[in-house]
């Protein structure tokens, strides 16, 4: 545990000498306002009952004093030019964002209170003054194909769509140089580590849930950038040529095997039928008769030809008993 002075300047940065309690020696810390943990530079040894004291406070004060006292002369300077030069400044310092578009706007360097500017008109100093338009509308990319190797060591080729939008002006602009190349190289690893957990079979049905993974990460990683991501598609996955080989002989197999079990189980049917039919006409012996005659009469509709055929003396007498 150490004793420390703990008196933090908003602005720049700060250095303390930290002394442990019973130890000879000393830490030298400092921070900035964008860290939040404590760096150690250096260590010295110094006498127990020296007191902990801020290094560089007067340093910090002074620097403070005199980057305020430059902005304010600079900036009395700029408006005085832009009062002698008037009404031909207003073309300098007017400024027009549309309505998809925000302006951040930087005064010697520090961002300006009230946040980003626009839709509209806006008043912009020169020589102090510099912004940066940000578009926010959705803005849509093609992810490259991908080389995937899947969890069950299939290579697989994949093309996805990614849609995104600026929701943070401020922040896309300060947190980061280039939002739009970032998400984009974010977009493609991001798809390659998910698919590289799926199995083949999951790649191929299992597309939206793919998709919804995605966005959910795309979307947590890029919010300290001030990107939302909105949506992810997965268009295409490729298969190698000779993959697609083995699995359309694969389908053909089971799909002949399928028509041969169809084919196996009809004929037992009509075995079953016929056997059903031959025990009824076994108990009647004119019913073939009749059946014989039914298949002449359907012969000779079907095509105009003479039929000769033999008619057994038992079915006549059978018809004609005097006979």
């Not at 940000?134 to 899947?150: A, H, I, N």
């Not at 969890?151 to 943070?168: G, I, K, L, M, P």
Request: glycine share 6%; net charge negative.
């Amino acid at each position: 545990r150490f004793a420390i002075d703990m008196q933090v300047k908003p602005k720049g940065m700060r250095v303390w000498i930290v002394r442990c309690p019973g130890h000879d020696s000393f830490i030298l810390m400092r921070q900035t306002p964008l860290i939040d943990n404590y760096v150690d530079v250096e260590m010295k040894q110094v006498a127990e009952h020296e007191a902990i004291v801020p290094v560089g406070a007067d340093d910090d004060q002074d620097e403070g004093a005199c980057s305020l006292c430059c902005g304010i002369c600079l900036t009395i300077l700029s408006v005085i030019l832009i009062i002698m030069t008037f009404p031909f400044s207003l073309f300098v310092c007017l400024k027009v964002v549309a309505e998809y578009e925000r302006a951040v706007i930087f005064r010697l360097g520090r961002i300006r209170s009230g946040g980003p500017k626009g839709p509209g008109l806006f008043f912009v100093i020169p020589c102090i003054d510099t912004y940066v338009k940000v578009d926010l509308r959705t803005v849509s990319f093609d992810v490259p194909p991908q080389e995937v190797l899947t969890r069950d060591s299939v290579t697989v080729t994949v093309d996805a769509v990614v849609y995104f939008r600026v929701s943070n002006p401020t922040v896309a602009v300060c947190n980061i140089v280039n939002y739009n190349w970032s998400t984009r190289l974010l977009a493609q690893t991001t798809l390659r580590n998910v698919l590289g957990t799926k199995i083949l079979s999951e790649v191929l049905s299992d597309r939206e849930i793919i998709s919804g993974q995605m966005q959910q990460i795309l979307d947590h990683a890029t919010d300290p950038w001030g990107i939302q991501v909105e949506r992810v598609e997965v268009k295409d996955v490729r298969l190698p040529v000779q993959l697609q080989r083995a699995m359309a002989a694969e389908a053909e197999a089971t799909r002949e095997a399928r028509a041969k079990v169809i084919a196996a189980e009809g004929e037992q049917n009509a075995s079953r039928s016929l056997k059903e039919a031959s025990d009824v006409m076994s108990e009647t012996p004119t019913a073939l008769q009749l059946r014989y005659l039914q298949t002449l009469n359907v012969i000779s509709a079907e095509k105009n030809s003479t039929i000769v055929f033999p008619l057994p003396i038992d079915t006549i007498g059978g018809i004609f008993p005097g006979m």
